[in-house]
Structure formats: C-alpha cells, structure tokens
C-alpha cells in the first residue's frame, strides 16, 4: 500500500491570495498546449502562424473552463444546482466535466474556424493531438487534491487516501494521467505527423479517450450521488463516453477522397 502525500491543496499563499495546484494544472495544461501548437505551427505547410496560436488558446480555454463547468453542473449534480444556481458559478470550489469541456472545445474551434475561414475538421486536427498533455496535468491535479479516486483494491500500488480512509484505492487518476495524457499524446503526435484525411486525428482523439475512459471508469469509484446509471455497472463517465466513440469511429472510417479543405469554410 501507498500512503498518499497528503499535499496542500494550496501551492502558494500571499496574504490574502492562495493559488491552489489545481489552477497551476490548468495553467501548465495550457501552456503545453501553447508551445507543441507553435511547435506544430513552424512546420512547413502546415497552414497556421505560430503567433495566432495564443488567439486561438485563449477562445480554447474558454470552452474548457464554461463547458467543463456547464457539464459537471447538468450532467452529475443538477438537483443540486437547481436549489443553489449562483454555486454553478464557484468554479474555485471544484467540479468540472470532461465532457462539458470537450462540448465547449467542440463550440470554440467551430467558432474559430468560421472566424478564420478554416474548414472545422482542419481545426479539430490541429488541437486533438495538443490536449492529452492539459488531461495530463489535469488528473495530476485531481490526485494532488485526493478526488476521483478508484474503487477499493488490494493491489500493492493502491494509494491510501487521507479524504477516504477506509483503506487503499486504486489511483484511477494516475491511471488516467497515463492513458489519456500520455499513451494518446503519443498515439495522435506519430498519427498526425504523416498527412491524413481531414476529420481523422480528431476522430482518433474521440475513440483513444473515449475507450480509455471507459476502461478505467471500471475501477473508478462513481460518484456518490449518481452511482451507477445503468445494469448495475455503466457509469455516467462510460455513458458519455459512448458517443464519443461511435463519432470517432465515423470520422475515422468515413469514406470520401483526400482534400485540401485547410482554406474552406465549415
């Protein structure tokens, strides 16, 4: 058994100001996103200009932080949020939704493709390899913070948590760092480094996550106030991720000749 660190939530407190490690996650989520998009961006032929990339960023972290926290609130705890609407907006008091996020991902891109005249899925390619590195530090933050952890285990690597002292647990945010953060980082950046047809690196991004989340949301304790949505089993993270996989599935197989659509509108 592992005894979790115990890690202030808290990284840095001056005066009346704290930045908590999970604002610092987000934070370097972005800015890895920002250095491999400019990275991605000096390629010859690649159809973007390094210095728009912080444009483009900066309607992505919108998505994120609105769909996220739009998601958690209508998709896990709506009861909740309908008898305290003005707590759906303490974002600083935690709760966000991948998915939620991923939806406004989804709104900012198509956003910004109609604002440069950029067909969507060229859009969509470019970011899907540019954020399992934001997932990455993401679950880093949610392990820091003892939250969403995985269900009872005796395995040797089950990591005792302070906010669940009931014995150990597997570290399903561990083990989604690893899955989603890096295995698929490095399965869309060879993917996407030879030409493909447009729509398909963003489709890969959908059944990567998609299975990988589903896989771990079986050791992955549910949420107190949802447990298991359907036959006992099938979480709300697997319900959703469902779509995201049949999507990417389509986008993947779709059948159509290769084009240069990097100029057309969507």
């Known amino acids: ?16 100001i704290s930045v908590h490690w999970y604002g610092l996650m ?25 210095n728009e990339i912080i444009d483009f960023l900066f309607y992505i972290a919108i998505g994120t932080v609105a769909g996220g926290r739009l998601g958690y609130v209508l998709f896990y705890n709506l009861p909740y949020y309908l008898e305290h609407p003005l707590e759906a907006f303490f974002i600083w008091d935690g709760g966000m939704s991948f998915h939620g996020g991923l939806i406004g991902v989804v709104i900012a891109f198509w956003y910004y493709a109609a604002k440069t005249q950029r067909h969507i899925f060229v859009v969509a390619d470019f970011i ?33 948590f302070h906010s669940m002292p009931d014995g150990p647990r597997h570290p399903s ?37 998609g299975v990988f989340r589903f896989i771990v949301e079986f050791v992955r304790e549910p949420d107190a106030h949802i447990g298991s949505i359907l036959f006992e089993w099938v979480s709300m993270g697997q319900l959703l991720s469902l779509p995201m996989i049949l999507i990417g599935l389509w986008l993947v197989l779709r059948g159509g000749k290769p084009a240069d659509i990097s100029r057309q509108t969507s």
């Open 1 to 16: 058994m592992i005894v979790h660190p115990n890690f202030d939530p808290v990284a840095i407190s001056i005066g009346p």
């Open 26 to 50: 987000y934070l370097a989520g972005f800015l890895a996103g920002l250095m491999l998009g400019q990275y991605r961006a000096r390629k010859p032929g690649s159809g973007w200009d390094p």
């Open 128 to 160: 899907a390899p540019l954020i399992p590195p934001a997932l990455l530090f993401g679950r880093v933050g949610n392990f820091i913070n003892q939250e969403l952890w995985g269900r009872a285990t005796e395995l040797p690597w089950g990591v005792y």
């Open 173 to 209: 945010q561990l083990y989604e760092a690893g899955l989603e953060g890096v295995m698929l980082f490095i399965i869309l950046w060879v993917y996407s480094s030879q030409p493909r047809k447009p729509g398909r690196v963003a489709g890969l991004f959908l059944i990567g996550y």
